[in-house]
């Protein structure tokens, strides 16, 4: 069956610190692979998306992520991160017919 | 434009009670899934739609949860005999096409 496992619960990071939240997942097959984000009282919001071609994506609010075949890991990236980061962020794998199988998510600190 | 919208935002039932929740999804979008996120925990996948026909509903708990989307646009996610277990944030998404799935702000359903 398919998993994803991100590796950190929680994630306390100082302002203007770079952060890496992982995410790895099991698949025998193509994937199509996803992170959102949500804040405290909403839904997810999607921050960037691998469907295929370049393995580095760039997504929004300055977030980019690295597809690894190889090691089957998805890390979330940014060099420096701000107060309104804290949140709590989801990696996903896409299976056929569209359904979504979550991580169990990180929760990232940002402290001043 | 107007996104995926839930209601009511909050529920509180008693347990045995029957409960409905709402989803409007964005204009067109021809696929509608329902998540159902405990606490602490990644969003998991319950049912999918496709218009109205209701593809997959390998996700639902037990014969208790019941969904329909009867004109293929708003959907209703049913409970039968609530029990304490069901509180949940319920989460609704739809797409357009097979890849990026557009969340709802969610019903958080508490059952005392």
């Known amino acids: 069956a398919q998993s994803v496992t991100q590796l950190d619960s929680q994630v306390p990071v100082f302002e203007e610190a770079p952060v890496e939240l992982r995410c790895n997942y099991s698949s025998s097959v193509s994937v199509y692979l996803f992170w959102y984000v949500q804040y405290p009282n909403q839904g997810l919001q999607l921050l960037l998306k691998y469907l295929s071609g370049s393995t580095l994506v760039k997504g929004i609010n300055g977030f980019e992520a690295e597809f690894n075949k190889s090691q089957t890991s998805f890390h979330l990236r940014k060099p420096s991160v701000h107060i309104s980061d804290t949140a709590e962020y989801f990696c996903a794998v896409k299976l056929g017919g569209g359904k979504l199988i979550f991580g169990q998510g990180t929760e990232l600190s940002v402290k001043p | 434009g107007a996104g995926v919208s839930q209601s009511p935002r909050y529920k509180v039932a008693k347990r045995g009670q029957d409960v409905a929740l709402r989803c409007d999804p964005i204009?067109?979008?021809?696929?509608l899934f329902w998540y159902q996120q405990a606490l602490g925990q990644g969003p998991e996948f319950l049912t999918y739609?496709?218009?109205?026909?209701?593809?997959?509903k390998s996700g639902l708990p037990s014969d208790r949860f019941f969904a329909e989307r009867p004109e293929g646009s708003v959907s209703t996610l049913k409970i039968q005999r609530t029990q304490q277990e069901d509180s949940a944030v319920y989460l609704c998404?739809?797409?357009?096409?097979?890849?990026?799935?557009?969340f709802g702000p969610g019903t958080r359903l508490t059952v005392l």
């Open positions: 739609f496709q218009n109205e026909a209701q593809l997959d």
């Open positions: 204009s067109g979008h021809v696929s």
């Open positions: 998404a739809s797409s357009l096409e097979s890849t990026e799935q557009f």
